[in-house]
């Protein structure tokens, strides 16, 4: 086992544990942002640099620490390291950069985009950008590209993090899809419409940390916060069937996969959960899906009587314990009335 002290905290880890992953043993509150890394896509992470940290001391062998930040997603721990994370006001001026390089060709389009609310690069930009941007130049504009019936690629919005590469890549059978050109001129390729058809594409939709890839049969349907979450499961035969539905009153508006404390899905679902199953009757619905309480989303979950039901401010390190937990039946003051 290798130690390795994060922000003073100090964990024991297998070799050939990133610190990425390290910090996140320790818990959200001191892992780095992940953009791009994503830990049940092979070989994701290496692109964004939003996971940046500095590393004060190599090892125990040579504690000379590193000359410049590293992508924490990229970077093995080694035995005896010492690695700042937060506590370094350096290394946050640097991901500040990171995020206004990030935004230089991004719109500000979130009153009307449909990931508003759980954006990763929303919430990035908040908790580590700048209040103005220095960009004078025109920014990169797209069509808007119909990805089959569902999905709708808005490449305005795209960081180019290749989570929904590595999805097409590796969840669907064939590689159909990939990045075109290189630097500024670089793009989502347009024949990840080929993709399309295999069952389990409408994931890129989960993974994209942005807005780049949405749900046809949600856009513009309604912000992510007027929604009610729940968890629900059906019997499936493609895939686990276990899955949030964000319900509006007695509609279920969306279907996504469950997201873990990093905002990961925790198992990939097929396009028949996501798409064709809009009926409350068709799910087994288990109970308010946990949201983390820092989350916009959490603040709508008001009961009529303006107490805040005890699932809002449940901590994100509840997750497990709770998803653990038999099927119980919804309680009354829970049920979908908005
Ligand atoms: S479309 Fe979304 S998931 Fe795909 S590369 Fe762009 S930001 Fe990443
Ligand atoms: S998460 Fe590490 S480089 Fe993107």
Request: with cysteine; charged share 25%.
């Amino acid at each position: 086992m290798l130690k390795v002290t994060i922000d003073g905290q100090t964990i024991e880890v297998p070799e050939g544990t990133t610190i990425l992953q390290a910090a996140r043993m320790l818990g959200p509150e001191v892992a780095p942002p992940a953009m791009c890394y994503y830990s049940t896509l092979e070989t994701s992470g290496g692109y964004c640099r939003t996971c940046i940290v500095k590393v004060t001391k190599g090892s125990e062998k040579d504690p000379r620490p590193m000359p410049k930040p590293v992508a924490s997603c990229r970077t093995m721990v080694m035995d005896g390291m010492e690695v700042q994370n937060k506590t370094s006001p350096e290394l946050l001026e640097a991901r500040k950069g990171v995020v206004e390089f990030l935004l230089a060709n991004h719109p500000l389009d979130c009153p009307v985009c449909d990931q508003a609310g759980e954006c990763h690069l929303q919430d990035l930009s908040f908790e580590h950008g700048a209040e103005s941007t220095r960009y004078e130049f025109e920014r990169r504009t797209f069509e808007k590209i119909d990805i089959g019936p569902n999905v709708q690629l808005h490449m305005t919005r795209c960081i180019l993090c290749y989570r929904c590469v590595k999805v097409a890549d590796q969840l669907t059978p064939g590689r159909s899809h990939g990045v075109l050109n290189r630097g500024d001129a670089s793009e989502i390729s347009t024949y990840i419409e080929k993709s399309i058809d295999n069952e389990f594409s409408g994931n890129v939709i989960d993974v994209c940390p942005v807005g780049a890839l949405t749900d046809k049969t949600f856009r513009f349907k309604n912000r992510v916060w007027f929604t009610k979450p729940m968890d629900a499961h059906r019997e499936c035969d493609k895939c686990s069937g276990k899955v949030a539905l964000w319900f509006k009153g007695a509609d279920v508006l969306r279907v996504t996969g469950r997201k873990d404390a990093f905002g990961e899905v925790e198992e990939f679902i097929c396009n028949t959960c996501r798409f064709e199953k809009k009926d409350a009757a068709d799910w087994k619905i288990e109970g308010p899906r946990v949201i983390d309480h820092k989350s916009v989303i959490s603040s709508n979950h008001y009961l009529a009587n303006n107490q805040v039901p005890d699932f809002a401010f449940r901590e994100v390190a509840d997750y497990k314990a709770i998803e653990d937990k038999p099927v119980q039946p919804v309680p009354a003051q829970n049920q979908l009335n908005n």
